[in-house]
Protein backbone atom coordinates (compact mmCIF):
# COMPACT_ATOMS: atom_id res chain seq x y z
CA UNK A 1 0.00 0.00 0.00
CA UNK A 2 1.64 3.07 -0.79
CA UNK A 3 2.41 6.60 1.24
CA UNK A 4 -0.72 8.46 -0.01
CA UNK A 5 -3.67 5.63 1.17
CA UNK A 6 -2.22 4.62 4.38
CA UNK A 7 -0.86 7.11 7.21
CA UNK A 8 1.80 5.94 10.11
CA UNK A 9 1.00 6.10 13.50
CA UNK A 10 2.37 5.80 16.81
CA UNK A 11 0.89 4.67 19.71
CA UNK A 12 1.66 5.42 23.48
CA UNK A 13 4.42 2.31 23.75
CA UNK A 14 5.65 4.04 20.52
CA UNK A 15 4.77 1.18 18.48
CA UNK A 16 4.28 2.04 14.92
CA UNK A 17 0.78 1.24 13.42
CA UNK A 18 -0.47 1.66 9.73
CA UNK A 19 -4.00 2.72 9.43
CA UNK A 20 -5.77 3.31 6.12
CA UNK A 21 -6.91 6.42 4.91
CA UNK A 22 -8.37 5.85 1.75
CA UNK A 23 -10.61 2.58 0.10
CA UNK A 24 -7.81 2.38 -3.02
CA UNK A 25 -4.11 2.60 -3.72
CA UNK A 26 -3.71 6.10 -5.22
CA UNK A 27 -0.67 4.90 -7.33
CA UNK A 28 -2.67 2.60 -8.99
CA UNK A 29 -5.55 4.44 -10.00
CA UNK A 30 -3.28 7.45 -10.84
CA UNK A 31 -1.68 4.65 -13.36
CA UNK A 32 -5.24 4.13 -14.50
CA UNK A 33 -5.56 7.71 -15.58
CA UNK A 34 -7.89 8.23 -12.83
CA UNK A 35 -7.08 10.96 -10.49
CA UNK A 36 -7.63 10.58 -7.18
CA UNK A 37 -9.28 13.96 -6.23
CA UNK A 38 -11.68 14.11 -8.97
CA UNK A 39 -13.08 9.99 -8.63
CA UNK A 40 -15.74 8.78 -6.62
CA UNK A 41 -15.24 5.11 -4.38
CA UNK A 42 -17.35 2.79 -2.77
CA UNK A 43 -16.23 0.31 -0.96
CA UNK A 44 -17.64 -3.01 -0.87
CA UNK A 45 -16.34 -5.56 1.86
CA UNK A 46 -15.77 -9.59 0.84
CA UNK A 47 -19.23 -11.45 2.30
CA UNK A 48 -21.31 -8.81 1.78
CA UNK A 49 -24.33 -9.35 -0.66
CA UNK A 50 -23.28 -6.49 -2.75
CA UNK A 51 -20.02 -7.80 -2.88
CA UNK A 52 -21.09 -11.14 -4.36
CA UNK A 53 -23.88 -9.37 -6.88
CA UNK A 54 -21.05 -6.68 -8.14
CA UNK A 55 -18.31 -9.39 -8.65
CA UNK A 56 -20.24 -11.38 -10.66
CA UNK A 57 -21.31 -8.17 -12.91
CA UNK A 58 -18.19 -7.11 -13.42
CA UNK A 59 -17.12 -10.38 -14.84
CA UNK A 60 -19.99 -10.41 -17.30
CA UNK A 61 -19.65 -6.96 -18.10
CA UNK A 62 -16.04 -6.06 -18.37
CA UNK A 63 -13.65 -6.53 -21.54
CA UNK A 64 -9.78 -7.32 -21.05
CA UNK A 65 -9.71 -9.39 -18.22
CA UNK A 66 -6.68 -10.84 -17.31
CA UNK A 67 -6.66 -11.81 -13.23
CA UNK A 68 -9.03 -14.72 -12.78
CA UNK A 69 -10.07 -16.91 -9.76
CA UNK A 70 -11.74 -20.64 -10.36
CA UNK A 71 -14.69 -21.77 -8.49
CA UNK A 72 -16.93 -24.76 -8.05
CA UNK A 73 -20.26 -24.27 -8.88
CA UNK A 74 -23.68 -25.90 -10.69
CA UNK A 75 -23.51 -25.29 -14.70
CA UNK A 76 -23.11 -26.71 -17.81
CA UNK A 77 -24.58 -30.52 -18.75
CA UNK A 78 -27.46 -32.30 -16.77
CA UNK A 79 -26.23 -35.82 -15.05
CA UNK A 80 -25.81 -37.33 -18.07
CA UNK A 81 -24.68 -36.19 -21.66
CA UNK A 82 -27.31 -36.28 -23.80
CA UNK A 83 -30.19 -36.11 -21.28
CA UNK A 84 -33.47 -34.61 -22.03
CA UNK A 85 -33.01 -32.66 -18.07
CA UNK A 86 -29.85 -31.16 -19.06
CA UNK A 87 -32.07 -27.54 -18.68
CA UNK A 88 -32.98 -28.66 -15.10
CA UNK A 89 -31.09 -26.61 -12.56
CA UNK A 90 -31.95 -29.35 -10.05
CA UNK A 91 -29.94 -32.04 -12.54
CA UNK A 92 -27.19 -30.16 -13.38
CA UNK A 93 -23.88 -31.50 -12.21
CA UNK A 94 -20.86 -29.60 -10.74
CA UNK A 95 -18.64 -27.51 -13.25
CA UNK A 96 -15.65 -25.27 -12.19
CA UNK A 97 -15.87 -21.76 -13.60
CA UNK A 98 -14.37 -18.39 -13.74
CA UNK A 99 -14.72 -15.84 -10.86
CA UNK A 100 -13.26 -11.99 -10.39
CA UNK A 101 -9.09 -11.55 -9.98
CA UNK A 102 -7.28 -9.24 -7.89
CA UNK A 103 -6.92 -5.90 -9.67
CA UNK A 104 -8.59 -2.99 -11.40
CA UNK A 105 -10.97 -4.04 -13.88
CA UNK A 106 -12.86 -1.32 -16.04
CA UNK A 107 -16.77 -2.70 -17.05
CA UNK A 108 -19.78 -0.45 -18.47
CA UNK A 109 -23.33 0.23 -16.72
CA UNK A 110 -25.93 -1.00 -19.11
CA UNK A 111 -26.52 2.33 -19.76
CA UNK A 112 -22.81 2.47 -21.07
CA UNK A 113 -21.23 4.74 -18.54
CA UNK A 114 -17.52 3.63 -17.91
CA UNK A 115 -16.81 2.09 -14.33
CA UNK A 116 -13.66 0.81 -12.76
CA UNK A 117 -13.57 -2.30 -9.71
CA UNK A 118 -10.17 -2.93 -7.90
CA UNK A 119 -10.73 -6.11 -6.41
CA UNK A 120 -7.81 -6.48 -3.84
CA UNK A 121 -6.58 -7.66 -0.11
CA UNK A 122 -5.74 -5.55 2.62
CA UNK A 123 -3.25 -6.41 5.50
CA UNK A 124 -1.95 -9.16 7.47
CA UNK A 125 -3.01 -13.12 6.71
CA UNK A 126 -5.18 -13.63 9.87
CA UNK A 127 -6.55 -17.18 10.90
CA UNK A 128 -10.04 -17.89 11.15
CA UNK A 129 -11.52 -21.55 11.56
CA UNK A 130 -11.10 -22.16 7.71
CA UNK A 131 -7.27 -21.29 8.35
CA UNK A 132 -5.76 -17.72 7.02
CA UNK A 133 -6.99 -15.87 5.00
CA UNK A 134 -6.67 -12.26 4.15
CA UNK A 135 -9.11 -9.54 3.97
CA UNK A 136 -10.37 -9.04 1.02
CA UNK A 137 -12.45 -6.05 -0.56
CA UNK A 138 -13.68 -4.00 -3.74
CA UNK A 139 -13.70 -0.68 -4.59
CA UNK A 140 -16.25 0.45 -7.21
CA UNK A 141 -14.48 4.22 -8.85
CA UNK A 142 -16.25 6.15 -11.00
CA UNK A 143 -14.00 8.96 -12.91
CA UNK A 144 -16.73 11.24 -11.97
CA UNK A 145 -16.57 13.35 -9.01
CA UNK A 146 -19.53 13.51 -6.83
CA UNK A 147 -21.29 10.73 -8.81
CA UNK A 148 -22.30 8.03 -6.05
CA UNK A 149 -25.99 7.72 -7.29
CA UNK A 150 -24.76 6.07 -10.61
CA UNK A 151 -23.22 3.10 -8.50
CA UNK A 152 -26.17 3.30 -6.05
CA UNK A 153 -28.58 2.77 -8.95
CA UNK A 154 -26.48 0.09 -10.68
CA UNK A 155 -26.43 -1.67 -6.89
CA UNK A 156 -29.91 -1.67 -6.22
CA UNK A 157 -30.48 -2.38 -9.84
CA UNK A 158 -28.60 -6.03 -9.07
CA UNK A 159 -30.21 -6.42 -5.90
CA UNK A 160 -33.82 -6.30 -7.56
CA UNK A 161 -32.49 -8.67 -10.29
CA UNK A 162 -31.50 -11.04 -7.39
CA UNK A 163 -34.70 -11.03 -5.86
CA UNK A 164 -36.97 -11.63 -9.42
CA UNK A 165 -38.57 -14.85 -9.32
CA UNK A 166 -38.71 -16.72 -12.84
CA UNK A 167 -41.63 -18.68 -13.91
CA UNK A 168 -41.45 -21.35 -12.54
CA UNK A 169 -38.59 -21.48 -10.86
CA UNK A 170 -38.28 -20.39 -7.15
CA UNK A 171 -34.54 -19.65 -5.56
CA UNK A 172 -33.72 -21.30 -1.99
CA UNK A 173 -32.31 -18.78 0.57
CA UNK A 174 -30.69 -19.61 3.79
CA UNK A 175 -29.53 -17.41 6.84
CA UNK A 176 -25.78 -17.12 7.25
CA UNK A 177 -25.61 -16.02 10.92
CA UNK A 178 -21.89 -15.75 10.82
CA UNK A 179 -22.15 -12.72 7.57
CA UNK A 180 -25.60 -11.71 8.89
CA UNK A 181 -27.01 -11.85 5.38
CA UNK A 182 -29.08 -14.24 3.24
CA UNK A 183 -27.17 -16.78 1.32
CA UNK A 184 -28.60 -17.62 -1.71
CA UNK A 185 -28.87 -21.13 -2.61
CA UNK A 186 -30.00 -23.57 -5.29
CA UNK A 187 -32.55 -22.44 -7.45
CA UNK A 188 -35.50 -25.17 -8.09
CA UNK A 189 -37.96 -26.16 -10.65
CA UNK A 190 -41.43 -25.26 -8.68
CA UNK A 191 -44.49 -27.82 -8.33
CA UNK A 192 -47.51 -27.53 -9.33
CA UNK A 193 -49.72 -27.40 -6.09
CA UNK A 194 -52.13 -29.60 -7.89
CA UNK A 195 -49.03 -32.13 -7.97
CA UNK A 196 -48.96 -31.92 -4.09
CA UNK A 197 -51.94 -34.49 -3.09
CA UNK A 198 -53.47 -32.38 -0.51
CA UNK A 199 -57.03 -33.50 0.61
CA UNK A 200 -59.15 -30.91 -1.38
CA UNK A 201 -60.91 -28.63 1.53
CA UNK A 202 -57.10 -28.18 2.39
CA UNK A 203 -55.62 -27.28 -0.82
CA UNK A 204 -58.91 -24.82 -1.09
CA UNK A 205 -58.29 -23.56 2.36
CA UNK A 206 -54.79 -22.53 1.23
CA UNK A 207 -55.01 -21.12 -2.14
CA UNK A 208 -58.07 -18.91 -0.97
CA UNK A 209 -56.74 -17.40 2.50
CA UNK A 210 -53.27 -16.30 0.36
CA UNK A 211 -55.23 -15.05 -2.75
CA UNK A 212 -57.57 -12.96 -0.22
CA UNK A 213 -54.21 -12.32 1.72
CA UNK A 214 -52.55 -11.18 -1.60
CA UNK A 215 -55.04 -8.66 -3.06
CA UNK A 216 -54.69 -5.06 -3.36
CA UNK A 217 -57.91 -4.63 -0.74
CA UNK A 218 -56.58 -6.62 1.90
CA UNK A 219 -53.21 -4.81 1.64
CA UNK A 220 -55.36 -1.62 1.78
CA UNK A 221 -57.11 -2.80 4.62
CA UNK A 222 -54.10 -3.66 7.23
CA UNK A 223 -52.72 -0.26 5.99
CA UNK A 224 -55.88 1.48 7.15
CA UNK A 225 -56.10 0.09 10.52
CA UNK A 226 -51.85 0.11 11.31
CA UNK A 227 -51.48 -3.75 11.12
CA UNK A 228 -48.58 -5.57 10.08
CA UNK A 229 -49.28 -6.70 6.66
CA UNK A 230 -47.88 -10.64 7.34
CA UNK A 231 -49.67 -13.93 7.10
CA UNK A 232 -48.34 -16.78 9.40
CA UNK A 233 -49.20 -20.42 8.96
CA UNK A 234 -48.70 -23.63 11.33
CA UNK A 235 -48.20 -26.68 9.06
CA UNK A 236 -48.79 -29.79 11.61
CA UNK A 237 -49.21 -33.14 11.36
CA UNK A 238 -47.35 -36.40 10.88
CA UNK A 239 -44.26 -36.87 9.04
CA UNK A 240 -44.13 -37.36 5.83
CA UNK A 241 -47.61 -35.80 5.29
CA UNK A 242 -45.84 -33.24 2.66
CA UNK A 243 -45.71 -29.70 4.93
CA UNK A 244 -42.53 -29.00 2.91
CA UNK A 245 -43.72 -29.95 -0.86
CA UNK A 246 -46.65 -27.66 -0.02
CA UNK A 247 -44.30 -24.76 0.84
CA UNK A 248 -42.51 -25.66 -2.26
CA UNK A 249 -45.99 -25.57 -4.22
CA UNK A 250 -46.91 -22.37 -2.63
CA UNK A 251 -43.98 -20.50 -3.54
CA UNK A 252 -44.16 -21.69 -7.85
CA UNK A 253 -47.86 -20.96 -7.74
CA UNK A 254 -47.13 -17.26 -5.94
CA UNK A 255 -43.84 -16.40 -7.45
CA UNK A 256 -41.74 -16.61 -4.18
CA UNK A 257 -38.87 -17.47 -2.99
CA UNK A 258 -37.83 -19.96 -0.09
CA UNK A 259 -35.91 -18.55 2.86
CA UNK A 260 -35.31 -20.60 5.51
CA UNK A 261 -34.07 -20.34 9.07
CA UNK A 262 -32.99 -22.87 11.03
CA UNK A 263 -31.35 -23.11 14.41
CA UNK A 264 -27.92 -22.16 14.67
CA UNK A 265 -26.03 -22.15 18.46
CA UNK A 266 -24.54 -18.55 17.20
CA UNK A 267 -28.25 -17.46 16.18
CA UNK A 268 -29.44 -14.30 18.68
CA UNK A 269 -32.51 -12.48 18.82
CA UNK A 270 -30.53 -9.27 17.07
CA UNK A 271 -29.45 -11.69 14.23
CA UNK A 272 -33.12 -13.10 13.62
CA UNK A 273 -34.59 -9.71 13.68
CA UNK A 274 -32.49 -8.65 11.15
CA UNK A 275 -32.67 -12.00 9.44
CA UNK A 276 -36.62 -10.64 8.88
CA UNK A 277 -36.00 -7.37 8.66
CA UNK A 278 -33.88 -8.05 5.32
CA UNK A 279 -35.68 -11.41 3.97
CA UNK A 280 -35.41 -10.92 0.09
CA UNK A 281 -38.38 -9.36 -1.49
CA UNK A 282 -41.51 -11.68 -2.42
CA UNK A 283 -40.24 -14.62 -0.21
CA UNK A 284 -41.50 -17.08 2.14
CA UNK A 285 -40.05 -17.33 5.25
CA UNK A 286 -40.21 -20.71 6.87
CA UNK A 287 -39.10 -21.64 10.39
CA UNK A 288 -39.27 -25.85 10.31
CA UNK A 289 -39.34 -27.94 13.31
CA UNK A 290 -40.13 -24.49 15.91
CA UNK A 291 -40.78 -27.44 18.87
CA UNK A 292 -36.83 -28.38 18.54
CA UNK A 293 -36.36 -24.57 19.73
CA UNK A 294 -38.05 -24.37 22.88
CA UNK A 295 -40.39 -26.71 24.53
CA UNK A 296 -43.92 -26.09 26.18
CA UNK A 297 -42.47 -24.19 29.11
CA UNK A 298 -40.64 -21.81 27.01
CA UNK A 299 -36.67 -23.83 28.15
CA UNK A 300 -34.87 -24.46 26.04
CA UNK A 301 -34.44 -28.25 24.65
CA UNK A 302 -31.66 -30.00 26.45
CA UNK A 303 -27.92 -29.66 25.43
CA UNK A 304 -29.21 -26.17 23.19
CA UNK A 305 -26.20 -23.28 23.29
CA UNK A 306 -28.12 -20.85 20.83
CA UNK A 307 -28.83 -17.55 21.92
CA UNK A 308 -31.72 -17.15 21.03
CA UNK A 309 -34.79 -16.17 23.29
CA UNK A 310 -38.24 -17.41 23.62
CA UNK A 311 -39.17 -13.13 23.20
CA UNK A 312 -36.82 -13.04 20.84
CA UNK A 313 -38.82 -15.80 18.60
CA UNK A 314 -41.99 -13.90 19.36
CA UNK A 315 -40.53 -10.56 18.55
CA UNK A 316 -39.50 -11.84 14.93
CA UNK A 317 -42.90 -13.96 14.48
CA UNK A 318 -44.88 -10.41 15.07
CA UNK A 319 -43.43 -9.18 12.03
CA UNK A 320 -42.73 -5.56 13.21
CA UNK A 321 -40.13 -3.66 10.55
CA UNK A 322 -40.34 -6.87 8.37
CA UNK A 323 -41.38 -5.86 4.26
CA UNK A 324 -44.84 -5.57 3.60
CA UNK A 325 -46.98 -9.01 2.07
CA UNK A 326 -44.67 -11.17 4.53
CA UNK A 327 -45.82 -15.13 4.28
CA UNK A 328 -44.31 -17.32 7.35
CA UNK A 329 -44.50 -20.91 7.62
CA UNK A 330 -44.01 -22.58 10.69
CA UNK A 331 -43.86 -26.62 10.54
CA UNK A 332 -43.85 -28.68 13.70
CA UNK A 333 -44.77 -32.59 13.58
CA UNK A 334 -46.44 -31.96 17.66
CA UNK A 335 -48.04 -28.91 17.76
CA UNK A 336 -48.98 -29.73 21.59
CA UNK A 337 -45.39 -29.28 22.41
CA UNK A 338 -45.82 -25.64 21.83
CA UNK A 339 -46.38 -22.89 23.50
CA UNK A 340 -49.61 -20.84 23.23
CA UNK A 341 -47.70 -17.61 23.12
CA UNK A 342 -46.26 -18.74 20.28
CA UNK A 343 -49.05 -20.29 17.98
CA UNK A 344 -51.73 -17.48 19.17
CA UNK A 345 -54.15 -15.52 17.20
CA UNK A 346 -52.02 -12.66 15.88
CA UNK A 347 -48.66 -14.73 15.92
CA UNK A 348 -50.38 -17.93 13.55
CA UNK A 349 -53.22 -17.07 11.76
CA UNK A 350 -54.25 -20.07 9.86
CA UNK A 351 -53.52 -23.58 10.99
CA UNK A 352 -53.17 -26.49 8.48
CA UNK A 353 -53.01 -29.86 9.75
CA UNK A 354 -51.32 -32.75 7.17
CA UNK A 355 -52.25 -36.17 8.56
CA UNK A 356 -51.57 -39.72 6.79
CA UNK A 357 -53.57 -40.61 3.82
CA UNK A 358 -56.79 -40.15 3.93
CA UNK A 359 -59.06 -42.58 1.31
CA UNK A 360 -58.75 -39.32 -0.93
CA UNK A 361 -55.14 -38.93 -0.73
CA UNK A 362 -54.60 -42.66 -1.73
CA UNK A 363 -57.14 -42.28 -4.80
CA UNK A 364 -55.61 -38.83 -6.11
CA UNK A 365 -52.22 -40.24 -5.65
CA UNK A 366 -53.01 -43.46 -7.81
CA UNK A 367 -54.41 -41.70 -10.03
CA UNK A 368 -51.35 -39.09 -9.90
CA UNK A 369 -49.00 -41.77 -10.80
CA UNK A 370 -51.01 -43.31 -13.16
CA UNK A 371 -53.25 -40.25 -14.98
CA UNK A 372 -54.86 -43.09 -17.75
CA UNK A 373 -55.79 -45.16 -14.90
CA UNK A 374 -59.59 -45.22 -14.23
CA UNK A 375 -61.51 -43.96 -11.05
CA UNK A 376 -62.75 -47.58 -10.27
CA UNK A 377 -59.52 -49.31 -10.31
CA UNK A 378 -58.23 -46.24 -8.18
CA UNK A 379 -60.87 -47.37 -5.82
CA UNK A 380 -60.01 -50.54 -6.16
CA UNK A 381 -56.11 -50.02 -5.38
CA UNK A 382 -57.61 -47.64 -2.57
CA UNK A 383 -60.33 -50.65 -1.01
CA UNK A 384 -56.79 -53.36 -1.45
CA UNK A 385 -55.06 -51.13 0.69
CA UNK A 386 -57.01 -50.25 3.56
CA UNK A 387 -57.99 -53.92 3.51
CA UNK A 388 -54.12 -54.78 3.73
CA UNK A 389 -53.85 -51.89 6.77
CA UNK A 390 -56.52 -52.98 8.91
CA UNK A 391 -56.98 -50.04 11.38
CA UNK A 392 -53.12 -49.06 10.48
CA UNK A 393 -52.81 -46.02 8.35
CA UNK A 394 -49.83 -44.74 5.93
CA UNK A 395 -47.73 -41.77 5.17
CA UNK A 396 -47.92 -40.11 2.03
CA UNK A 397 -44.09 -40.15 2.05
CA UNK A 398 -44.54 -43.97 2.04
CA UNK A 399 -47.15 -44.15 -0.17
CA UNK A 400 -45.44 -41.92 -2.97
CA UNK A 401 -42.58 -44.22 -2.18
CA UNK A 402 -44.55 -47.63 -3.07
CA UNK A 403 -45.19 -45.84 -6.88
CA UNK A 404 -42.08 -45.12 -7.56
CA UNK A 405 -40.90 -48.41 -7.10
CA UNK A 406 -43.94 -49.46 -9.04
CA UNK A 407 -42.66 -47.26 -11.88
CA UNK A 408 -42.51 -50.02 -13.98
CA UNK A 409 -45.52 -51.96 -13.01
CA UNK A 410 -49.03 -51.43 -14.91
CA UNK A 411 -52.27 -50.12 -13.14
CA UNK A 412 -53.52 -52.79 -12.92
CA UNK A 413 -50.49 -54.55 -11.29
CA UNK A 414 -50.01 -51.71 -8.51
CA UNK A 415 -53.25 -53.43 -7.18
CA UNK A 416 -51.68 -56.79 -7.18
CA UNK A 417 -48.74 -55.39 -5.49
CA UNK A 418 -50.45 -53.30 -2.85
CA UNK A 419 -49.71 -55.50 0.05
CA UNK A 420 -45.75 -54.24 -0.48
CA UNK A 421 -47.19 -51.56 1.44
CA UNK A 422 -47.94 -53.26 4.64
CA UNK A 423 -44.80 -55.39 4.14
CA UNK A 424 -42.47 -52.16 4.29
CA UNK A 425 -44.57 -50.54 7.06
CA UNK A 426 -44.14 -53.48 9.09
CA UNK A 427 -40.23 -53.99 8.67
CA UNK A 428 -39.94 -50.02 9.60
CA UNK A 429 -42.45 -50.61 12.66
CA UNK A 430 -40.31 -53.77 13.51
CA UNK A 431 -36.38 -52.11 12.62
CA UNK A 432 -37.96 -48.48 15.30
CA UNK A 433 -38.99 -51.27 17.78
CA UNK A 434 -35.84 -52.95 17.61
CA UNK A 435 -33.51 -49.65 17.61
CA UNK A 436 -36.33 -48.87 20.87
CA UNK A 437 -35.11 -51.87 22.59
CA UNK A 438 -31.69 -51.36 21.56
CA UNK A 439 -31.59 -48.05 23.07
CA UNK A 440 -33.16 -49.17 26.30
CA UNK A 441 -30.77 -52.04 26.63
CA UNK A 442 -28.08 -49.26 26.68
CA UNK A 443 -29.89 -47.25 28.85
CA UNK A 444 -29.95 -49.62 31.78
CA UNK A 445 -26.56 -50.95 31.50
CA UNK A 446 -25.42 -47.15 31.80
CA UNK A 447 -27.96 -46.88 34.88
CA UNK A 448 -26.63 -50.03 36.17
CA UNK A 449 -23.05 -49.34 36.05
CA UNK A 450 -23.82 -45.69 38.03
CA UNK A 451 -25.83 -47.44 40.33
CA UNK A 452 -22.75 -49.84 41.10
CA UNK A 453 -20.37 -46.90 40.43
CA UNK A 454 -22.42 -45.34 43.38
CA UNK A 455 -22.45 -47.57 45.57
CA UNK A 456 -18.70 -48.09 45.55
CA UNK A 457 -18.28 -44.91 46.54
CA UNK A 458 -20.83 -45.10 49.16
CA UNK A 459 -18.81 -48.04 50.89
CA UNK A 460 -15.29 -46.17 50.23
CA UNK A 461 -16.66 -43.10 52.21
CA UNK A 462 -18.50 -45.56 54.99
CA UNK A 463 -15.28 -47.51 55.54
CA UNK A 464 -16.99 -50.82 54.50
CA UNK A 465 -16.57 -53.30 52.08
CA UNK A 466 -17.65 -53.72 48.57
CA UNK A 467 -20.62 -55.80 48.73
CA UNK A 468 -22.19 -55.36 52.50
CA UNK A 469 -25.72 -53.56 53.36
CA UNK A 470 -25.47 -50.93 55.58
CA UNK A 471 -27.00 -51.79 58.46
CA UNK A 472 -30.16 -49.73 59.50
CA UNK A 473 -30.33 -47.29 62.09
CA UNK A 474 -31.62 -48.42 65.85
CA UNK A 475 -34.41 -46.17 66.37
CA UNK A 476 -33.71 -46.99 70.51
CA UNK A 477 -30.17 -45.69 69.93
CA UNK A 478 -30.12 -42.32 72.10
CA UNK A 479 -29.93 -39.32 70.12
CA UNK A 480 -27.12 -36.92 70.29
CA UNK A 481 -27.72 -34.30 72.66
CA UNK A 482 -26.99 -30.63 71.44
CA UNK A 483 -23.40 -29.11 73.07
CA UNK A 484 -21.89 -26.11 73.18
CA UNK A 485 -19.28 -24.87 71.22
CA UNK A 486 -15.77 -26.17 71.19
CA UNK A 487 -17.23 -29.61 73.02
CA UNK A 488 -17.18 -33.25 70.90
CA UNK A 489 -20.47 -34.97 71.10
CA UNK A 490 -20.04 -38.19 71.57
CA UNK A 491 -22.40 -40.57 69.68
CA UNK A 492 -22.90 -44.50 70.63
CA UNK A 493 -25.28 -46.64 67.90
CA UNK A 494 -25.65 -50.06 69.23
CA UNK A 495 -26.29 -52.54 66.09
CA UNK A 496 -28.78 -55.68 67.36
CA UNK A 497 -28.00 -58.48 65.23
Not at 115 to 124: D, I, M, N, S
Not at 459 to 464: H, I, Q
Given at each position: MSDTSAAVLVDANSEVLLARISPANQSLLAAAGLASDAVTMVELSAGSELFELMTNFVLKHSAGISSFGLAIGRGGSGCCEGSRHDDDPATQRRTVHATL????????????????????????PVGTECGAT??????????????VEKIRELAERLVVESDHVHPHLF???????????????????????????????????????????????????????????????????TPGAGKTSAIQAIAGRYGRNVCYLA?????TDD????????????????????????????????GDKSLLTFSGLLNALDGVGGC????????????????????????????????????EQIRSLYKAFYKHASDDLASAFEQALQAKLGKRSVSMAALQSFFIAMRLKSAEEAVGF?????????????????????EKEKQK?????????????????????????????????????PSSEGEATHIHVHLHK
Open positions: GLGLHRFLTPEGAALYALLQTLGELFKSMVIVSPEPNDTIWRWNVNYNRWMRGQVTKARPIESVVLPKATQDTLISDIDDFLSSDTRDFYAEHGIPHKRSFLFHGANPEMSLKSAVEHVPSKSIIVLEDVDALFDSKRDKKESGQIFVLTTNHRERLDPALIRNGRVDVHVEFTDASPVGKVVTELEEREKSLAERKAAAAEEKQNAKDAKDSVAKGGGSAGETPAAPNPSASAPT
